[in-house]
């Protein structure tokens, strides 16, 4: 009994020093060994996306340095839209009360000084060609009266006295026809169209409705067989060949307008197209509601691409102040943000954002201070964007 328990024991502990032996080979995990690879595993350097190494080909293609200070004139950025040139815009409407007969212009039409737009059918316009003609009349028989007169002087027949009262009745019918000429005309006929009446006499059904400049028809309000009012708007023809930039200037702002001051107007749906325009409207008065003087610029469209609704940006330089500056082309723009590369480390910079001014000369104002310990990417910007980029695609 005792020997078979001694065998038992022998085979156990024979099988503990196999399972040892195992445990003590070269290949085999050990526990602190383990532990002390995931802490480095730790303590690795997270990949930064926003940093760059410069290798010695990127070093040749970038300048490093301090902004420098320069005189800047501050720029105020105005949002604004165009509207049509008040000055050179013309609003016609109906010189009597009556029925549209028939319409020529149409909407985008070119038209002429004096050319007729539309016509209109009135009683007022029959019953003033009937009173032209009744003058006419009058006068024709005023000249027939002092012709006999003088006949009859001559002859002996009546006195001067008598001759003198028939030439006043004369100036008197002539300037009635003359009044009722000009009656005509105010109520849209053509100097031409009045001789017609006097030599034939007959009556124009229709008085035309002219347009009082030339320009493009950009408003038609009316329709055949509608009632119209001389106090009615029924056409808008404006000259589109000059609009007007409008913008809402901050009263505490309005130090910087003037009347005759050149700006720049930037217009985004021109792919930020800029055109130079003059001053010629600063309101007298603050809107009480926002709190804002009205400005407008004359900017000139010969080729007619200044649509009027379209939304623009104004350009104001207020004064000049002492601020660092950064060159444009080492401007990233990104994510809808100015970035700038920034030294961190020798050898090595970092893209971080930047609040800048609007470009002028090639150069940007730096409207928030960076730090002053850190050397700013100067030229080479372009060729460290691509290689941050190139390295963020390689570490996706």
């Known amino acids: 009994m005792n020997a078979c328990m001694l065998t038992k024991r022998a085979a156990v502990l024979a099988l503990a020093a196999a399972l040892a032996a195992c445990g003590d080979k070269p290949g085999a995990p050990a526990g602190p060994a383990a532990k002390g690879d995931k802490s480095a595993a730790k303590t690795a350097a997270p990949f930064d996306p926003s940093a760059v190494r410069l290798t010695n080909d990127l ?33 016609i409407g109906a010189p009597v009360t009556g029925r549209i007969s028939d319409i020529r212009a149409v909407l985008g039409q070119e038209v002429k000084q004096g050319e007729v737009l539309a016509e209109i059918n009135s009683q007022e316009t029959i019953s003033a060609q009937l009173a032209f003609l009744k003058a006419h009349s009058a006068e ?10 003088q006949l009859l002087l001559s002859a002996d027949v009546i006195g001067a006295a008598e001759l003198q009262r028939r030439q006043g009745e004369l100036v008197v019918a002539r300037a009635e026809k003359r009044a009722a000429a000009d009656q005509l005309r ?12 006097e030599t034939t006499g007959k009556l124009v059904a229709a008085a035309p409705i002219s347009s009082t400049q030339s320009g493009t028809v950009i408003e038609r309000k009316i329709a055949v067989g509608q009632v119209v009012q001389p106090s009615d708007s029924l056409f808008v023809v404006s000259d589109l060949r000059s609009v007007w930039a409008i913008a809402e200037v901050p009263e505490q702002d309005a130090d910087a307008v003037s009347r005759g001051q050149r700006v720049e107007i930037v217009v985004p749906a021109l792919n930020d197209e800029k055109r130079v325009g003059k001053i010629v409207y600063v309101a007298d008065v603050v809107n009480p509601e926002t709190r804002t003087v009205r ?3 004359d900017l000139e469209n010969p080729g007619k691409t200044l649509k009027p609704a379209m939304l623009i940006g104004m350009l104001i330089e207020r004064k000049v102040a002492n601020r660092t500056v950064v060159p444009a082309a080492a401007v990233v723009r990104e994510n809808d943000a100015d970035h700038l590369f920034l030294q961190f480390a020798p050898g090595a910079v970092r893209l971080v954002k930047a609040k800048l001014g609007p470009e002028k000369n090639g150069l940007r104002p730096v409207l928030e201070p960076l730090p002053t310990h850190q050397a700013v990417v100067l030229e080479g910007a372009f060729h460290l964007n691509n290689e941050r980029q190139k390295r963020a695609l390689e570490k996706s």
């Open 59 to 91: 070093a040749a293609l970038v300048k490093l340095g301090p902004l420098p200070l320069m005189e800047v004139a501050e720029t105020l950025r105005i949002a604004g839209r165009l509207e049509v040139n008040g000055y050179k815009t013309a609003r």
């Open 140 to 149: 024709q028989l005023n000249a027939r009266a002092v012709e006999r007169a």
């Open 186 to 197: 105010v109520l849209g006929l053509s100097g031409r169209a009045v001789e017609q009446l």
């Open 295 to 297: 400005v407008g610029v």
